[in-house]
């Protein structure tokens, strides 16, 4: 029984240590994939509550709604008739910036496309974006 809690012990030990180091590369300015891949997450998230708005409204939210309109009533045209919170809080991108919503987007004039300005705010090539329903990567130029 005392070797079971050891084992026990030691494997929560380790599991507390690589989440430690798991969780501070993820801070750490120099590692930026993981980034990449927090920041996809959570805009497959947001796509999911967009489309969810849109089922419950016929219609999504537009770019000057933004992704507010998931957490409070929107102003300005269209208004939903059937609103409800999807959100607490619209998530930061993992760059401390917030997502844009653009809607309608300009190829797709029923669709929208989420997007984060990535690492580098001043350097597009870096922007993911999300657009039909796949969350990809900007490539680059």
């Given amino acids: 029984m005392r070797g079971i ?19 501070h590369s993820i801070r750490s300015e120099g590692l930026s994939v993981p980034r990449v891949s927090i920041c996809k997450t959570q805009m497959a998230w947001l796509v999911n509550d967009v489309l969810a708005f849109q089922m419950q409204n016929g219609f999504f939210p537009t770019s000057e709604q933004g ?7 929107p102003s300005g045209h269209p208004n939903p ?4 919170q999807l959100l607490k809080e619209v998530p930061l991108d993992p760059w401390g910036r917030p997502y844009i919503l653009e809607s309608p987007v300009t190829a797709t004039p029923h669709g929208f496309q989420i997007r984060s300005h990535g690492a580098n705010i001043d350097n597009e090539d870096d922007d ?8 990809k990567k900007k490539p680059r130029s």
């Fill in 5 to 23: 809690r050891l084992i026990v012990g030691i494997l929560v030990f380790l599991f507390v240590v690589i989440s430690v180091v798991v969780l």
């Fill in 67 to 73: 992704l507010m309109a998931l957490v409070e009533i």
């Fill in 81 to 84: 008739k059937i609103w409800k």
């Fill in 128 to 135: 993911i974006v999300v657009d039909d329903l796949a969350v």
